[in-house]
């Protein structure tokens, strides 16, 4: 019993020794335990994305080391974000449109090229929905009656103003012609909430994730009048998008993946090669028609130009809402 | 309602892998229920990952079972420490830890526990027949009909605090003051964060329960600590007396539909259904002086409401894909991920899973009651643990919880301060509950009393524009007055004492 006891530890020990050995030999990055910050609580976007990607990098053997999935909630991102950016390279953060518009809308000193650009990973589409027994039956009516009287029509919203739900709308409205700092928003506290509330006639249309009330449209519950996207979104191929209804307007409600700042070119050209592998997996794929998301791989370089060009729409966007600082 | 599906559901349910993930999950939910600051949205959080690689069916059973089974656990440090696990489990603070200190903890573990039994098997009941039209109930409470509701919540509470009404109402403006913290979202401005992006959000009440109750609570013992040694509590029986059966057994079964409706409305939840119950089972009952005292109704009633609310929040889950609280958000992302999407299609496209679910319910129920009946014996045992080392526990687990919230130490300076603030409150006889009930509700009050205002153009008629609104400005004068009322009959029927009883039954 005890040789049987002191060979195991001794196999054991080799096992270990020629683990550590097999690290070392690699050498280089990643050399320790990988964290990717979710900049929310648990439940959300941003922690699934996190959850996700920790998942399929493992299950698929695309990364060696552990990953570690580490919640930092407030500030729209900024607690992560900030969090992010004291740590070495091991440690990545979800992102989204609000590492731009929270500098934007002056609620943080934190700028997008603080930090390193790694990837976009996917997108949702946003949608403009009314009651199921709304007069309007098509977009370019609800913006027509919007422009004749844009203080009449309530539209809802979650959770707050200057995110992708809000700014779609914006833009759309002000292709369209008409002011969007004039628009009458109800500020709910969530997606859901937003839906309750068009469900229960409280408010005129909503403007939300297409994930929100997609459901919803499909069961005669609401009409979405249009989505954001480039073609007909999948299972509501007969719900227009923007361009149809006339609304020179594509617009992504994107995740991606950023670095602390200055990681080296080795580090980012490691992300690139792992990540470009994984989006093509089954699982990965699994995961974003679960979500309703769609794929919207760039890869590093490819998001720093992107992030640069989105910078500059939300600028505007921001602008034209009347909610610039 | 269709009988194959449902079943089908009775089927999957009772499937042994399935009532092994009810009792695990029964069980986790009691203990993090019973510890301060972690709770169900937490513990279902931790679980994500695990749930991955589980069928959906199980990992919803297995979710939802953590939700009410922390419900039960909740009044468990109510009832021993005073210390609530959650903004539920507040009400049984009332009369429950005032009956440990009469030596009657086993009493009070034993019939909340039955209490919360009853009442979720209400609520399950409820469910099976009525989702459909409660969801479409749910649709006619708009932001007047919310901020009602939340103005009935905190008539109550003021309306408890009889004889230190000044105080109450004190607490409950400071309750408000703190909850005005955070990101106004109507305007995207922030209110009082001096800088912290950190308080953004605003101050978790949770942060304010821990430290309040728990921390405060053993700061205030530590005072008194010589004083307590001598009187040695006594725990007397594990089950209750056929007296405290007879007065609770009404209270619980006018509660468990009240708590249950009240939980079907999003964002409503069980700290709203526990309060109201409470309230309106003191201002009806005969002996609403012995209410605060360790009556066991008022232990009973506010129970049998919250674990019913528990139940009816789960249908805006699954009918409509819409979360009506933290945990239940928390589980909506879990879900999702797992391919299942509640929601309108949910009942029709995956049947057998909606009643799988709803059958879980019930049976989680049947095995809440015996595992939180069989904890009693051990559990009255933390009474008799000496203050040296329940109390460093107490304040362990107190920052373990905060730290679970958002993972950031600062909330470590804020539960102190929190503490400081309830041994202070203590010292000075102020009622704690309207403090942390007006936190709770009043940001959702706030802005559901803006949107109202603002979707009517500034006019105040949208408060009395439908019949849910009226109905809840009634309910709401009533509950400021009817103790107003009842004095004045009180008296009168003290000049003529011939025919007391009528009054009261008449009310």
């Known amino acids: 019993m005890r040789k049987i006891g002191f060979v195991s530890i001794l196999i054991l020990i080799m096992l270990l020794a020629a683990c550590s050995s097999n690290a070392s030999g690699s050498k280089g990055y990643p050399d320790k335990n990988l964290e990717i910050v979710a900049p929310a609580s648990p439940g959300g976007g941003w922690d699934l994305t996190a959850r996700s990607l920790e998942k399929v990098l493992t299950d698929e053997n695309l990364v060696e080391q552990n990953i570690n999935v580490v919640n930092k909630p407030g500030g729209g991102g900024e607690v992560g974000w ?119 006639g409280h408010v005129d249309a909503v403007t939300t994730s297409l994930s929100e009330v997609k459901d919803q449209h499909l069961a005669g519950k609401l009409k979405i009048l249009a989505v954001s996207s480039d073609k007909p979104v999948e299972g509501i191929e007969d719900v227009p998008t923007w361009q149809d209804e006339g609304v020179d307007m594509v617009f992504p409600h994107w995740r991606g993946l950023m670095g602390p700042p200055d990681m080296t070119e080795e580090e980012i050209a490691y992300w690139d090669e792992k990540i470009s592998k994984m989006v093509e997996t089954e699982q990965w794929k699994k995961v974003l028609d679960n979500n309703d998301w769609e794929s919207f791989y760039k890869n590093s370089e490819e998001t720093e130009a992107f992030l640069k060009e989105q910078n500059d729409l939300y600028q505007k966007l921001v602008k034209d809402s009347g909610m610039m600082k | 309602m269709d009988g194959g599906s449902f079943i089908n559901g009775l089927m999957i349910a009772i499937e042994p892998i399935n009532i092994l993930w009810i009792i695990v999950g029964g069980f986790l939910g009691t203990i993090v229920g019973m510890l301060p600051g972690l709770g169900p949205a937490t513990a279902v959080a931790v679980l994500i990952p695990i749930t991955f690689s589980m069928n959906p069916v199980s990992a919803i059973i297995l979710m939802a079972a953590i939700y009410y089974g922390a419900m039960y656990g909740g009044s468990r440090s109510s009832i021993l420490l005073n210390t609530p696990g959650d903004g539920s489990a507040i009400a049984a603070t009332f009369d429950g830890y005032p009956m440990a200190k009469k030596g009657q903890a086993g009493e009070a573990l034993a019939i909340s526990a039955v209490a919360s039994f009853i009442g979720g098997l209400i609520a399950v009941v409820g469910f099976i027949f009525l989702a459909e039209p409660l969801a479409n109930f749910a ?17 109550a509470i003021v309306a408890l605090s009889i004889g230190k009404m000044v105080k109450g109402f004190l607490a409950m403006m400071i309750g408000l003051t703190l909850s005005t913290v955070g990101i106004d979202t109507q305007t995207g401005v922030y209110r009082f964060t001096m800088g912290l992006p950190h308080l953004s959000e605003g101050i978790d009440f949770l942060i304010v329960i821990i430290g309040v109750y728990a921390i405060g609570e053993v700061l205030y013992n530590f005072l008194n600590i010589d004083q307590q040694k001598k009187d040695k509590k006594k725990v007397g029986k594990v089950w209750f007396t056929k007296d405290q059966w007879k007065r609770s057994k009404w209270p619980i079964l006018r509660s468990g539909p009240l708590g249950f409706l009240i ?81 309108p299609l949910l009942f029709e496209q995956q049947p057998e899973t ?154």
Do not use: C
């Not at chain 1, 000193?109 to 650009?117: M, S, V």
């Not at chain 2, 649709?139 to 008539?155: D, H, I, K, Q």
């Not at chain 2, 699954?318 to 797992?338: C, D």
């Open chain 2, 139 to 155: 649709l006619e409470f708009g932001p007047a009909e919310y901020f009602l509701l939340m103005l009935l919540t905190l008539s």
């Open chain 2, 354 to 507: 909606a009643w799988a679910l709803v059958n879980s319910m019930f049976l989680g129920n049947i095995a809440l009651v015996i595992i939180n009946i069989l904890l009693v014996g051990l559990l009255v045992k933390i009474l008799d643990t000496p203050a040296k080392v329940l109390y460093p526990i107490i304040v362990l687990l107190a920052f373990i919880g905060t730290y679970t919230l958002s993972y950031s130490t600062m909330d470590f300076f804020l539960l102190l301060i929190f503490g400081l603030f309830g041994l202070m409150m203590k010292i000075m006889d102020i009622p704690i509950a309207p403090l942390v009930l007006a936190l709770i509700v009043g940001t959702d009050m706030e802005q559901n009393f803006r949107m109202a205002v603002l979707s009517s153009n500034g006019s105040l008629g949208i408060f009395f524009s439908s019949g849910v609104s009226i109905a809840l400005v009634i309910l709401t004068l009533l509950s400021l007055f009817y103790p107003l009322i009842i004095k004045l009959v009180k008296k009168k029927s003290q000049k003529n004492t011939d025919q007391p009883e009528q009054v009261y039954k008449s009310s």
């Open chain 2, 263 to 343: 939980g079907v409305l999003p964002g409503a939840g069980g700290s709203i259904a526990s309060m109201i119950s409470y309230t309106s089972e003191k201002q009806i009952s005969k002996r609403s002086e012995e209410f605060g005292d360790g009556a066991a109704e008022g232990l009973a009633a506010p129970e049998s409401a919250n674990n019913a609310a528990s139940v009816g929040a789960m249908i805006p889950l699954l009918t409509m894909g819409i979360p009506g609280s933290g945990t239940t958000a928390v589980m909506l992302g879990a879900l999702i991920m797992l391919g299942l999407r509640p929601g």
């Open chain 1, 82 to 200: 900030k969090y992010l950016k004291s740590k070495d390279a091991h440690t990545l953060a979800v992102n989204s449109s609000l590492v731009l518009t929270n500098n934007l809308l002056g609620q943080s000193d934190l700028t997008y090229n603080e930090f390193t650009p790694i990837a976009t990973l996917a997108t949702e589409w946003q949608a403009l929905a009314v009651p199921a027994d709304s007069k309007y039956s098509t977009a370019t009516e609800f913006l027509e009656a919007t422009k004749e009287n844009p203080d009449s029509m309530k539209i809802g919203v979650g959770p707050g103003l200057g995110n992708d739900d809000h700014l779609s709308l914006v833009q759309a409205a002000s292709e369209f012609g008409i002011n969007p700092s004039e628009l009458n928003f109800l500020v709910y506290e969530g997606g859901g909430d937003v839906v309750t509330a068009l469900l229960g």
